[in-house]
């Protein structure tokens, strides 16, 4: 029933901006920690940025200070900021959630379906 469904990608030049938004839905109880994963053509799936419930943030080396993740808990949606964008950051970008469910007693782990991004230079 909780489902994640990301949005906002798209094309761009290199330099430019883009926001990506993921908004859980569904019968849902709390979200935890929330992230943004991505993968590149002929690369395996790495971890962009996280947040956690209480708004604690860590970002991949490659993105800091260029991309701003953030949450907002009462529309249970995460975003990511991504500025200066970079040929590099072209791939497919999937919303990640620690989410328990109505009627359930644990977290369990959700993936959004991803959102294509690509920059051209």
């Known amino acids: ?7 906002g ?3 761009v030049q290199a330099g430019g901006s883009l926001r ?11 979200i935890n ?13 790495e971890l962009v940025a996280a947040i956690t419930s209480g708004g604690s ?10 991309f701003t993740i953030s949450r907002d808990n009462a529309k ?8 200066s ?6 791939g497919v970008y999937y919303c990640n959630a620690d989410i328990r469910p109505l009627g359930g007693s644990i977290y369990r ?8 991004v690509t920059v051209s230079s």
Do not use: F
């Open 76 to 83: 249970n949606t995460l975003y990511l900021q991504m500025n």
């Open 33 to 45: 920690a929330m992230g943004w994963h991505r993968q590149a053509p002929g690369k395996q799936r």
């Open 57 to 66: 943030t860590n970002y991949a080396d490659s993105v800091k200070g260029r």
């Open 85 to 90: 964008l970079k040929p590099e950051d072209t």
């Open 109 to 116: 782990n959700y993936w959004g379906q991803g959102t294509q």
């Open 1 to 7: 029933q909780v489902q994640l469904e990301e949005s």
């Open 9 to 11: 990608g798209g094309l």
């Open 20 to 30: 990506l938004s993921c908004v859980a839905s569904g019968r849902i109880y709390s």
